[in-house]
Every structure is written in C-alpha cells, then in structure tokens.
C-alpha cells in the first residue's frame, strides 16, 4: 500500500513554455500533498503544502505564481511550472500523506526530471 | 530557525555495520524521520521516532534522544544495494499540519 505516482517522469522543453506535473496517491486518500524539489546532489527543498479543496501553502521565496498547485481531489494534485527558464530545471518530487495513518509519513512518487532548455 | 546536521559522506564495507548521525535544533518537534534516496530516485521511507528510544525494523535501526536533538539511523549486515543517500528529516509543527525539514543527506558508499 501507500504508492505514489508521478508523471511524467522526465520532460525537456523550451524556455517560455508551462509543464504540469501530476501526483496521484493509488491506493490511499491523501487531504495533504507537498511538492518539493532537489537541485544535484543536494537535499529536498519543501516548495509547497497542498491541501485538498483549498489554496496550497508556499515555503518562502517561492513563487505561487510561477508554480501553480491544485489538488482538486483526494487523489491528485497538479503542479504547473509556468514560463520555465533554464534555472527552473531540477528534479521535482511530491509525496503525500495517508489520511488514514496516525504518523505523518509522508509517501514519495517518483519524481519528475524537468530540463528546460 | 531550523537546523539539521548530517555527516556528508561516509564509507563501510559490505557486512560491516554503519551509524549515521543526526543532530537538529528545530522549534515544534513532532517527530524524526529517516528516508533513503537511491541516485536519481524518490525518498523511500526507513523508519519514524516520535519517543526516545530504538526502534528496530530488520536490518535497520533508528534511535531518537529529544533532550539532546540527537538521532541515529544504524544499518547492520551492510550490502552493496545499501549504497546510497540517507536523509534525516525533522517534522515541524503539530501534527496532520506538519511539514518535513530535511538535513542534507549522507552519501553512503558500501565497499567490498
């Protein structure tokens, strides 16, 4: 139990376009969703809480405008890179927790590489 | 603020055994985690410590003393697939509103 889906796992694309990355919880509802990202050889840095049927918190400096967060259901939550540059590349990683566990363990997909070229 | 220390890099070799440090200093302490993170891979969860004390899962043990922001993750019988980062995170702040303060990770390398 308790697996995390990501996708797409990697993706290229030009400088200026938007990428939506998709995080689904299969087998458990999860109300909290959280978005991280980690630069090469580096930990993970939490970007934002998402929290379903609400607005998602942001960690500081990072931009809710740039990185759109919606989690519109129990199971899914999207984050959408807008007008990506170069510096946006990194690997983007969501975990959610299992509603039902009495911990707070949080469960990871398997991360998104995005490159923006 | 929140601090968490953890070795860089560490080196053991396969069948011996390894203790991977954690020390934090962190406001709204809810509880210690340890992941491990393969090379291009998500986080896979190891174990949890909310009390002081060991828990044991298999091969894996992880202590936790809140008194002294102190952890340790101990692996036993090291392999060669036990090569890999360990991530030490703090949750921060009460619970089911918590949010997951990494420390940098330890690199660890098993050897022959």
């Known amino acids: 139990g308790a697996v995390v889906s990501q996708h797409p796992s990697w993706v290229i694309c030009k400088s200026g376009t938007s990428v939506k990355i998709e995080c689904r919880s299969l087998?458990?509802?999860?109300?909290?969703m959280f978005w991280y990202r980690q630069f090469p050889k580096q930990s993970l840095m939490l970007m934002a809480t998402s929290n379903e049927g609400s607005k998602a918190t942001y960690e500081q400096g990072v931009e809710k405008d740039k990185f759109l967060i919606n989690h519109a259901s129990l199971t899914l939550s999207t984050l959408t890179v807008t007008s990506a540059h170069p510096e946006d590349s990194s690997f983007y990683i969501c975990s959610a927790r299992d509603s039902r566990e009495v911990t707070d363990t949080q469960y990871f997909g398997p991360g998104t590489r995005l490159t923006v070229l | 603020g929140q601090n968490i220390d953890q070795p860089t890099e560490m080196t053991a070799t396969e069948g011996a055994i390894v203790q991977i440090n954690c020390t934090y200093q962190?406001?709204?302490?809810?509880?210690l985690f340890w992941y491990q993170q393969h090379a291009g891979e998500a986080p896979t969860f190891l174990s949890y410590n909310v009390l002081d004390g060991l828990e044991e899962k298999g091969r894996f043990s992880s202590f936790l003393s809140r008194s002294k922001g102190y952890s340790y993750l101990l692996l036993k019988e090291l392999q060669m697939k036990d090569s890999a980062s360990y991530l030490c995170?703090?949750?921060?702040?009460?619970?089911?509103?918590?949010?997951?303060?990494f420390g940098q990770g330890t690199t660890l390398q098993v050897k022959p």
């Open positions: 995170a703090v949750l921060h702040g009460s619970s089911n509103t918590g949010k997951l303060i």
């Open positions: 087998d458990f509802q999860a109300t909290t």
């Open positions: 962190t406001s709204g302490f809810n509880g």
